[in-house]
């Protein structure tokens, strides 16, 4: 059974940064794409970012393109990262990780990024408050 546990989140002022962890377990062979999503009170759950576990291939949503960035532990390959900079209070969300599995090698496209309902396993989400 795949785990995935987020750790991180905290309260930050604008401007300020913050790396949120994703440690997963219990993955079973094929490709996976991780992706980091955040959900804010009354809004819908948003994508923000996700990383291919077949070639490390990123996509990042235009509202976070440059402050932003996904990455994978180069050692063990099982904790991904979400590196965020010139954090604003509209970031302010519980962000998820989640992980879709794939039979195929996964190459991520701006056009071609695994929709929501592709997502089998979400972690329990971390709570991230950009405030003054």
């Known amino acids: 059974q795949v785990q995935l546990v987020e750790s991180g989140g905290g309260l930050v002022q604008p401007g300020g940064s913050l790396r949120l962890s994703c440690a997963a377990s219990g993955f079973m062979g094929g490709h996976y794409v991780i992706g980091w999503f955040r959900q804010a009170p009354g809004k819908e759950r948003e994508g923000v970012s996700c990383i291919s576990s077949s070639d490390d291939s990123t996509y990042n949503a235009d509202s976070v393109k440059g402050r932003f960035t996904i990455s994978r532990d180069n050692a063990a390959k099982n904790t991904v990262y979400l590196q965020m900079n010139s954090l604003k209070p509209e970031d302010t969300a519980v962000y998820f990780c989640?992980?879709?599995?794939?039979?195929?090698?996964?190459?991520?496209?701006?056009?071609?990024?695994?929709?929501?309902?592709?997502?089998?396993?979400w972690g329990q989400g971390t709570q991230v408050t950009v405030s003054s």
């Open positions: 989640a992980a879709a599995h794939f039979l195929d090698p996964v190459h991520l496209e701006p056009l071609d990024t695994p929709k929501l309902w592709q997502y089998d396993y």
